[in-house]
């Protein structure tokens, strides 16, 4: 049950304000309202209008009513009427500029964001709309805070079964237009750079490199097995294959490491996919680590006797 509608006041307020209801015709007590059957005109609903808008648009009275509705819950059909008139209406870009200072700083609460989600789900963005996103996330750069908090509301949501695409496949149809919307897409300079001082980041990160190797299942190539078995047989015991990101250094991994106390290391690059490389660069990084370091190329692999030579004059060197 609500409260009477005379709660706070005295009794003598209480008898005032009940006359003054009797007097004007209350509808409550069954009696007809002293406005039945008349209307304003235009010019007194413009006065009381005008009236209201002053009076809205003062600070005191937007506290007052924020106030009033905090942590009332309106009814589904209030709600649906006011989507209803909001529907199809374009705001002005002043409006729009308000409603966004008004909402910022805003934290929604967890069962918000469900209803949000849910009520979003199924819905399919119009080219328009899709169009006008696109135009103003043109160019906007995160902060550093914002691009954080992303990436914890994210984790977890999408990996495994979690993701919407599990177990699916991508279409032909799909997989081309992906292909035409990326033809020709260049990144920056600066945006290749923070690529790849965040992947030599994660290499050097060891928990990430145990996801990529099992995730890889890495083995030996054909030609890692034919050095593997070659150094076994001139040096027995002496180099061990860990190729499969077994042994990292610096977030890069070299093929075959010395398991009986030094510090060398041996590098097999073939010469299709290492062509036009420095190996002076990876050398050079190994060695910022106290590792020596042989390069081997697919080629030299031809003539054991110079192999074979090379290999035990950088050993006991």
Not at 209 to 229: C, S, T
Not at 244 to 268: R, S, T
Request: net charge positive.
């Amino acid at each position: 049950m609500g409260k009477p509608w005379n709660t706070g006041l005295t009794v003598k307020t209480s008898k005032k304000f009940a006359e003054a209801c009797r007097k004007a015709g209350n509808t409550k007590r069954g009696k007809p309202s002293g406005m039945l059957g008349k209307h304003l005109s235009i010019e007194t609903r413009k006065r009381i209008s005008l009236t209201l808008k002053k009076q809205r648009n003062t600070k005191k009275w937007k506290r007052y009513m924020s106030k009033l509705h905090l942590g009332r819950k309106r009814p589904p059909y209030v709600g649906i009427k006011i989507e209803m008139k909001l529907k199809g209406r374009k705001f002005s870009a002043e409006t729009r500029k308000r409603m966004s200072i008004a909402k910022k700083g805003r934290k929604l609460s967890d069962e918000h964001k469900r209803r949000i989600g849910d009520a979003n789900k199924g819905k399919h963005l119009s080219e328009e709309t899709k169009s006008r996103i696109s135009k103003t996330s043109k160019g906007r750069l995160l902060s550093e805070e914002h691009r954080k908090n992303l990436s914890l509301s994210c984790r977890g949501r999408f990996c495994g079964r979690n993701h919407p695409l599990f177990g699916k496949h991508h279409s032909v149809e799909t997989r081309k237009r992906i292909g035409l919307g990326n033809k020709g897409k260049r990144r920056t300079e600066e945006m290749r750079r923070r690529i790849r001082i965040k992947a030599l980041q994660n290499w050097k990160n060891e928990e990430f490199v145990r996801k990529m190797a099992a995730a890889f299942k890495k083995v030996p190539n054909r030609l890692e097995m034919y050095l593997d078995k070659f150094l076994n047989t001139i040096l027995p015991n002496e180099y061990k294959y860990v190729g499969d990101f077994q042994f990292m250094l610096g977030g890069k991994c070299p093929d075959f490491m010395n398991v009986n106390g030094q510090k060398k290391l041996i590098e097999l690059y073939g010469d299709y996919w290492h062509k036009g490389e420095n190996s002076q660069n990876r050398i050079n990084h190994f060695r910022k680590y106290g590792f020596e370091t042989l390069i081997i190329w697919e080629k030299e692999l031809k003539d054991v006797e110079q192999l074979k030579n090379k290999v035990l004059e950088f050993h006991y060197v």
